[in-house]
């Protein structure tokens, strides 16, 4: 299965940006649609954005308008841009990988997940 290691996580002021990466190994990139989920305390893990094989982006929760995913194929690597911050963006975010679009939107452990990176935002 593939694997997934995320970064670009940290503390930024509201209003502020951050550029999360997520790289992939182990499995052909381009067969996965990627996704990036978070968990913020005592809360569930959500979908915040997601990309499909092909490229199409879609985006959920709060986050439209003010993140954008990408993916580039050559560097087996998923981003997640986040701007215009909030305090309840504060979470764990995750980049998850799954052949199949649907089964990644529906949050399951079936699909491949990293570790995770931590996103606080201070008011």
């Known amino acids: 299965q593939v694997q997934l290691v995320e970064s670009g996580g940290g503390l930024v002021q509201a209003g502020g940006s951050l550029s999360l990466s997520c790289v992939a190994s182990?499995?052909?990139?381009?067969?996965?649609?990627m996704g990036w989920f978070r968990q913020g305390p005592g809360e569930d893990r959500k979908l915040v954005a997601g990309i499909s094989r092909d490229g199409r982006s879609q985006y959920y929760t709060s986050s439209k308008g003010r993140f954008a995913i990408s993916r580039d194929n050559a560097k087996n690597t998923v981003y997640l841009q986040m701007n215009s911050l909030k305090s309840e963006d504060t979470a764990v975010y995750y980049c998850?990988?799954?052949?199949?679009?649907?089964?990644?939107?529906?949050?399951?452990?079936?699909?491949?997940w990293g570790q995770g990176t931590q996103v606080t935002v201070s008011s």
């Open positions: 182990g499995g052909t990139f381009s067969d996965y649609a």
């Open positions: 998850a990988a799954d052949s199949d679009y649907r089964t990644l939107v529906s949050v399951t452990a079936r699909s491949a």
